[in-house]
């Protein structure tokens, strides 16, 4: 049966396709500002780099997320992209309840908060906001950025945390 697909019968539902969804490794974030003097932040495996020129890149937010209508309105955003020893730290950051920053050194400037031991740090603020069915696209416009090369990405792939191979 030369070039014919076969697809199983699988029913399309919000298990079977984040079970689908999750075969794609992706890298995870923490976006984060400080608001008031506290530090307030959520966990996203949805970044992606968009554009160099101008410096763009986005996220997928839940509609339902009760953190980000606090960070939404912020003048700037700390985008850090968490690194292999951040296992913990990425499901503490993405927990619906406590201290999101429990145990993690930060660092705050414009506003923006950013965690130390991660890879790369991006100042961000938002350019454009896209409703996607039960998510909204965020779209950054990159303002700064320090990268930290020794330090290794962190990976989320089939709903556990990965190292990569080196």
Request: a negative charge; charged letters at 15%; one cysteine or more.
């Amino acid at each position: 049966m030369s070039g014919c697909l076969v697809m199983s019968a699988v029913e399309l539902n919000p298990t079977s396709l984040r079970e689908a969804f999750g075969h794609f490794p992706s890298g995870v974030i923490a976006i984060a500002a400080e608001i008031d003097g506290e530090r307030v932040g959520l966990a996203a495996s949805t970044f992606v780099p968009v554009s160099l020129d101008p410096p763009l890149v986005s996220f997928c937010v839940q509609n339902s997320s009760s953190t980000w209508p606090r960070l939404q309105g912020r003048p700037a955003l700390g985008i850090s992209v968490l690194g292999e020893a951040h296992d913990a730290a990425a499901r503490t950051l993405a927990a619906k309840t406590g201290d999101r920053f429990a145990g993690l050194e930060t660092v705050s400037n414009n506003g923006a908060v950013f965690i130390h031991g991660t890879s790369v740090w991006l100042e961000t603020e938002i350019e454009q906001l896209v409703t996607a069915g039960d998510h909204t696209i965020v779209l950054l416009r990159v303002n700064a950025l320090t990268v930290h090369d020794e330090v290794a990405p962190i990976v989320f792939h089939r709903s556990t945390f990965r190292r990569l191979g080196g």
